[in-house]
């Protein structure tokens, strides 16, 4: 009796393990895949519209206004060389890396990071970022922003209209307190 009862207590176990490892893979998939369709928009160009570094405009600092992510992680980012260097200093540096990263508070409004390590102190950080579509105009946008740069820039070549589901999970990720 006592094997009987100890064997269907094992069985009982090994089917809420199986249930268990079901929902983290579930969990796991979900989120490698919201983050997966993350890198996956950002990869290509973005012009910068706005862009504000230790609250002073920088715009007109800078010798291109694109930001090129790339696929295997590295970026081409702007440089700023000779032009406005009471504001902004080591930002020679066209080259660096960029990674999606998950806020660490669970309960954070806004998720999405975007760590760019490079020698360019204008990029180099850890940086907040949304997405937002520009019905008007049809364009994908994202803002990213930290204590000493905000930035709003839109996607290059890219459909808004095949892409819409996407811009609106973006949104969502991003997002989640977004005003309706």
Not at 118 to 134: E, Q, W, Y
Not at 144 to 170: A, M, P, Q, V
Request: net charge neutral; aromatic share 12%; with cysteine.
């Amino acid at each position: 009796m006592y094997l009987i009862h100890n064997h269907q207590q094992m069985d009982s176990n090994l089917a809420a393990m199986k249930v268990y490892f079901f929902l983290l893979l579930v969990c796991q998939l979900f989120f490698s895949s919201c983050s997966n369709e993350v890198e996956k928009t950002i990869q290509g160009s973005w012009s910068i519209d706005t862009i504000y570094y230790k609250n002073y405009d920088v715009r007109s600092c800078m010798y291109v206004n694109i930001i090129d992510f790339n696929k295997d992680g590295g970026s081409s980012l702007p440089y700023t060389k000779d032009r406005c260097n009471e504001i902004i200093t080591k930002s020679d540096d066209e080259n660096g890396y960029w990674e999606i990263i998950k806020s660490e508070n669970p309960k954070d409004t806004i998720p999405l990071r975007i760590k760019i390590t490079t020698n360019n102190k204008l990029f180099s950080g850890i940086h907040k970022i949304i997405f937002h579509k520009d019905q008007q105009n049809e364009l994908l946008k994202m803002e990213i922003w930290s204590d000493s740069l905000y930035i709003i820039c839109r996607k290059g070549l890219y459909n808004f209209h095949s892409n819409i589901e996407t811009i609106n999970e973006l949104e969502r990720l991003s997002w989640t307190t977004r005003p309706k």
